[in-house]
T-cell receptor
């Protein structure tokens, strides 16, 4: 069964620092990959997704992620974080043709002003 | 468009009581998914429903849990005889179609606490 690992459970950064959150998945076939964000008190929102094509995916709010098939990875990056990026970030994957997403355990990001 | 609406936001139950969690999908969406997030864990898929049909319930516990999505009204996740281990955040998501998850919209969740 597919599984997703997020390496960091808690990350604390100062504003303007660069961010990279790790995500690895287990199944080596064709997959769809997602990053979701949950701001305090709000619902999950889609940050970006990868289905096919350019492995460097750009999402909303300056986030990007790179799909590296050989490493089974889909790490999330942002060159300069802001206080408003404080949130919990979830990596997710599904096998094409299956409706259900498999989520990682999430990474809580705290950006101090 | 109000988005996916879940209620209540917080639900407190004593052991042995029943919990009913409601989810109104986005307007025009006929596919509903329920996920559960236990403390310190990621979201886990529970069940996928279309109007009046359960399509995939592979993530549902075998006992005490049931879900429905009637022709009229919200989707209901029902937990009978709750136990402390049921304490979790329950998220509902909806989509217009079935082909991709990119159009999956999540609600704000219901936090269930079992005393």
């Amino acid at each position: 069964a597919q599984s997703v690992s997020q390496h960091n459970h808690h990350v604390i950064l100062s504003e303007a620092a660069s961010l990279e959150l790790g995500c690895n998945y287990s199944y080596g076939g064709t997959v769809n990959l997602f990053w979701y964000v949950q701001y305090p008190g709000q619902h999950l929102q889609l940050l970006l997704k990868y289905f096919s094509g350019d492995p460097l995916v750009k999402g909303i709010k300056g986030f990007e992620a790179e799909f590296i098939k050989s490493k089974f990875s889909f790490n999330l990056r942002k060159p300069s974080v802001q206080w408003s990026d404080t949130a919990e970030y979830f990596c997710a994957v599904n096998d094409p043709g299956f409706q259900k997403l498999v989520f990682g355990t999430g990474t809580r990001l705290l950006v101090s002003p | 468009n109000a988005g996916v609406m879940q209620n209540p936001r917080h639900l407190v139950r004593r052991r042995g009581q029943e919990a009913r969690l409601r989810c109104s999908p986005m307007k025009g969406h006929s596919h509903v998914y329920w996920y559960r997030q236990l403390p310190e864990e990621g979201l886990k898929f529970m069940v996928y429903l279309q109007k009046e049909n359960i399509i995939d319930e592979s993530g549902m516990p075998k006992e005490r849990f049931s879900a429905e999505f009637p022709k009229e009204g919200p989707s209901i996740l029902r937990i009978q005889q709750v136990v402390r281990g049921d304490s979790a955040a329950y998220f509902c998501a909806s989509s217009e179609g079935v082909s991709t998850n990119e159009k999956l919209f999540f609600g704000s969740g219901t936090q269930l606490s079992v005393l």
